[in-house]
DNA sequence: TTAATCACATACCGATCGGTATTTATTACT
DNA sequence: AGTAATAAATACCGATCGGTATGTGATTAA
């Protein structure tokens, strides 16, 4: 690990926490033990390490979703694999400051465009590919084809963020537990073909 | 309306729109033309400012619904009002920041344990009025003995602020529109006792 | 009429902000 | 061994931060 991931592996965790602003350089240093010389050494700007340390909270806590998924074969088979790693997306995130998708959505809207934008891109990536996943599965007769994909993928994904954002209000990851069993058996059962 | 309200009034949606940190003294001295003599006249500190802010924020964007349901007979009723208070919460917020709730909630958690405290509180309360409103409903029969009141409220609220989370992200009120649609037409029917 | 009070403005405080120029130590190459 | 390149430390910059002490003009009460 050379000097700009050691930076990354520190700061980011501070970063999700903490927020864009909330975070600053002293806090940075004081983090890593290294001096804002080596920092500015490293990454040209403060919103360049923030955009960085974004995009290693994303593939610490989403790209491994987006693999699993990938890997995992049938349409319903695809939806369970992310209603399961949800269960214990609690417990992957709630030290790193919650879902980094939700804090810089939240956080970067209004005062750092190019953030938010990375963060948006994402959840655009994350609705598209549901939306996929149920298309698919109504092409190849796993999913009952009168199922709205778009609709869908909509009410899945405000589930699996609002229950993030509750399960880390509250410190309670039964909101994710109790959303995520809803979507499997309430949600995704609707889905199926009904057997003749 | 006194000053003190008049800077509130001005205020709240720069700190809802900008968070906490992210609102300097001098955006507020912008924002309301007058200056931090006047301020700190009107408010002790930073700190109290952002309160009362984020408490005027509530009451515009969530106290009304609170109301509303006070004044809907019928748990069924009550739920429905909820869905359709949330209809137009996007216009409602979009220009405020979006919801003051998801926002103070992300923002405060580990920098404002006071403001945090108070959007806590706000979502306990949420989850408790749907909890009950459920319950009631079984009591009256009107809803469904065995449906799990607590499981429920949280998935309901997971919904809401999922789906104005989402809707604030990509400027899409529809993200609302679709999942109030689902918790009317499923959730709330499947709490229906079946006709004899 | 004058003294006290109040609300806001002005002027200022030390601390910290993000960022940079310079220096120093280490490594790599010839 | 000597030199160039690199990486991090040090020292410093102006701007801005939240907050306060003092000044001032209007209002009120005696």
Chains 1, 2 share one sequence.
Do not use: W
């Amino acid at each position: 690990m050379n000097t700009s991931e050691y930076i990354l592996d520190k700061v980011a965790p501070i970063f999700n926490r903490q927020g864009y602003v909330g975070t600053s350089l002293s806090d940075i240093t004081n983090a890593t033990g290294l001096t804002k010389g080596a920092i500015y050494c490293n990454f040209s700007n403060k919103e360049d390490l923030a955009l960085k340390a974004f995009r290693l909270n994303v593939s610490l806590a989403i790209t491994p979703l987006f693999k699993l998924v990938a890997v995992t074969e049938g349409s319903l088979n695809k939806l369970y694999a992310i209603t399961n790693y949800q269960r214990s997306y609690y417990d992957l995130v709630k030290d790193r400051g919650g879902c980094p998708m939700l804090r810089v959505s939240v956080d970067a809207k209004f005062n750092n465009p190019l953030l938010f934008e990375t963060a948006q891109n994402l959840s655009s990536k994350f609705t598209l590919g549901l939306t996929n996943i149920i298309k698919d599965g109504i092409l190849n007769n796993e999913i009952r084809p009168d199922i709205d994909a778009v609709k869908n993928a909509k009410i899945i994904l405000s589930q699996i963020e609002g229950s993030s954002l509750l399960s880390f209000i509250h410190n309670d990851p039964d909101f994710i537990i109790s959303t995520m069993d809803f979507i499997d058996f309430t949600i995704i059962e609707s889905f199926k073909k009904v057997k003749i």
